[in-house]
């Protein structure tokens, strides 16, 4: 299995712009997460999806954050307008049930610059 | 809410020596509790968890981690560090119960020196 896939690897923009963030969970996973880490605050849980269906998305910073998932093989993160604060590395990560127990596995990650 | 904390951020090694991480964690009930392991560059990777049973667990890469419930702890032991073990380890604490709701610890990097 490829694993988690993520793009782009890396993304560098300016203040202002919208920034697309894509993932392809493992195939027959049927749990994703976002993620956000930063020196400041760590690993940072932002949605989490199960069955394509937004579940907790009490972690997204404000409205300029949306994720979305249309199908089980792909979902995005979308900032709009970015700011340099948004600078960070972003994680997608799926897991076969989303049971407690469940592994999570993880994508390489986007590292994010906002100039 | 549960919550883990990593109390040190680095920890340096002699390639050979013997590693204890440690992590302590906060929740009322039975946790879930998860070692990571990230490399530069790269995502996290699951090196073991524990949900219930032998408080030894044993894990990918020769690590284990042992449950202490009356001290709230799940510290990662290595009997001997390799070079290559030089990356960022990350404590987590998950809700029994309900969904994979995971809360990470700030992390400790290991430095391995020859």
């Known amino acids: 299995d490829a694993g988690v896939i993520q793009s782009p690897r890396h993304e560098v923009t300016e203040m202002g712009q919208e920034v697309t963030l894509r993932c392809k969970p493992i195939?027959?996973?049927?749990?994703l997460f976002w993620y956000r880490q930063t020196m400041m605050r760590g690993l940072e849980l932002l949605i989490y999806?199960?069955?394509?269906?937004?579940?907790?998305d009490s972690g997204m910073p404000e409205d300029r954050f949306s994720a979305k998932m249309p199908n089980a093989s792909f979902s995005t993160l979308k900032i709009q307008p970015s700011e340099p604060r948004d600078s960070a590395v972003y994680f997608c990560?799926?897991?076969?049930?989303?049971?407690?127990?469940?592994?999570?596995?993880f994508g390489p990650g986007t590292r994010l610059t906002v100039l | 809410a549960q919550s883990v904390t990593q109390p040190d951020i680095h920890i340096t090694v002699s390639e050979g020596a013997s590693l204890e991480l440690r992590c302590n964690y906060s929740?009322?009930?039975?946790?879930?509790l998860f070692w990571y392991v990230q490399s530069p560059g790269q995502g996290l990777q699951l090196l073991l968890k524990?949900?219930?049973?032998?408080?030894l667990v044993q894990g990918i890469k020769g690590f284990e981690a042992e449950f202490k419930r009356s001290q709230s702890s799940f510290n990662l032991r290595k009997p001997s560090v390799h070079w290559s073990d030089a990356a960022e380890y990350f404590c987590?604490?998950?809700?029994?119960?309900?969904?994979?709701?995971?809360?990470f610890g700030t992390g400790t990097k290991l430095q391995v020196i020859p």
């Open positions: 990560a799926s897991s076969s049930s989303g049971d407690s127990t469940d592994t999570q596995y």
């Open positions: 195939s027959g996973h049927n749990s």
């Open positions: 999806f199960n069955n394509n269906v937004p579940i907790d």
């Open positions: 929740y009322g009930a039975t946790p879930y």
């Open positions: 524990y949900f219930s049973g032998d408080t």
């Open positions: 987590a604490v998950g809700v029994s119960g309900g969904y994979q709701k995971v809360t």
